[in-house]
């Protein structure tokens, strides 16, 4: 069977290029087609119709600059579902982009698959009608999300599937082909006598920018640790070296999970990243800056339709990792948080990690790729 998947961002092709693999396995005879990145690229040994760096476009006043680009690529999308009649797309998150197409498929007569649908229970949730409406089935990757969408609309029979949670394998994999800490150390030239906390300050500049002050500000404070950033795919050294202030601080160029594997603690911007630290058993502190101000919070608190802004806080529906957001993301209170992870044994350090337990035993063993996949082909049969 012919298979159309569209991914818009980094994490969607990591989670593509898994999901077109499992299909391989359910499915001798898959054929690809795809918007998508490298990944997705060498999984399905051929060159993607739009590549993700064309489409990776986030925050209002980027998508207005680049409107052009956005335009061209869904009427691409739409043309290429008119002349290929694939039987089935594949939508991975990115919802603005892929509802639009989603609307062309039903028109085609062509099934419609949600793998990781948008987060429309923190906002936006008249999304969340759409997608029932335009959908066959829905992969959810958090348990709770199943109640949301039965709370919102009318779910047919089957329609929504609790796949897993991609990030699990995808973590454990990864961190399973970390280096020994002698040969990590060895690599990027560290002292063995300074543990190391990794600084995750986000994905895209304007974020970047925000957090990585703070997160700065906070090591200067601890001088027995050494600061390691884990560089964002698409931003070069040179943007990290601006914002330094001629601090020696690596950017390491290696994929999450491996990097924890050697870090006593981290700093993240919240967001996956925050799940992956939780997955990998590292303590941290969830940061998002912004421009800081009350203002700004009480409209966050307004928007967001969840008691939380962090995954693992959200799976677990309580606090396991403390959340500094806006004006209290500020170097005092992050300094105040972190001190009391790094200390081994510490009462925060043992919670949090007793929290991190709680976390897998909640998103299950399920193997999400493979889940949706045997799940896509039996209802294409």
């Known amino acids: 069977m012919r298979y159309f998947l569209i991914a818009g961002e980094a994490s969607g092709d990591l989670h593509g290029s898994a999901l077109m ?16 990145g490298d990944k997705m690229a060498e999984q399905a040994h051929t060159a993607p119709i739009v590549h993700i760096r064309e489409m990776a476009y986030m925050g209002f006043s980027e998508v207005l600059r680049h409107l052009g680009d956005v335009r061209r690529n869904l009427s691409r999308a739409q043309q290429e579902l008119k002349l290929s009649k694939p039987d089935a797309l594949i939508l991975i998150d990115y919802p603005s982009f892929n509802l639009r197409v989603a609307k062309e498929a039903t028109k085609l007569g062509i099934p419609i698959f949600y793998y990781i649908p948008p987060k429309v229970w923190a906002w936006k949730e008249w999304r969340a009608k759409t997608i029932l409406k335009l959908c066959s089935k829905i992969f ?4 709770f999300e ?9 779910v047919r029979e089957g329609q929504l599937v609790y796949a897993g949670n991609p990030s699990v394998e995808e973590t454990d994999r990864e961190r399973g082909q970390a280096i020994s800490h002698e040969e990590f150390l060895l690599k990027y030239r560290l002292r063995p006598n300074r543990p190391l906390v990794a600084l995750l300050p986000g994905s895209r500049k304007g974020e970047i920018r925000a957090n990585l002050k703070v997160m700065l500000e906070t090591m200067d404070r601890f001088t027995q640790y050494k600061g390691i950033i ?23 160029r290696e994929e999450a999970p491996r ?6 603690g981290a700093l993240v911007t919240s967001g996956t990243a925050t799940l992956e630290a939780a997955l990998c058993g590292v303590p941290q502190v969830a940061m998002y800056r912004s421009n800081g101000s009350k203002v700004a919070y009480k409209l ?5 339709h969840v008691k939380y802004v962090t995954l693992p806080n959200l799976i677990a529906d309580r606090e396991i990792i403390p959340e500094l957001l806006l004006h209290n993301c500020t170097p005092e209170r992050a300094s105040e948080e972190l001190a009391k992870l790094l200390r081994l044994e510490s009462d925060a350090r043992e919670k949090q990690l007793e929290g991190y337990s709680e976390i897998r035993r909640i998103l299950g063993p399920q193997n999400a790729p493979e889940t949706a996949a045997k799940s896509i082909v039996k209802g294409l049969s």
């Open 140 to 143: 959810t990757i958090f348990p």
């Open 300 to 304: 966050m608190e307004k928007i967001l």
């Open 146 to 154: 199943n109640e949301f969408y039965k709370g919102v609309g009318s």
């Open 259 to 264: 990097i924890f594997a050697h870090c006593r």
């Open 230 to 252: 884990i560089g964002a795919p698409g931003i070069d050294d040179e943007y990290y070296a601006s914002l330094l202030g001629g601090r020696e601080i690596p950017v390491l």
């Open 21 to 36: 693999k499992a299909l391989q396995n359910a499915d001798r005879d898959a054929l690809f087609m795809f918007f998508g």
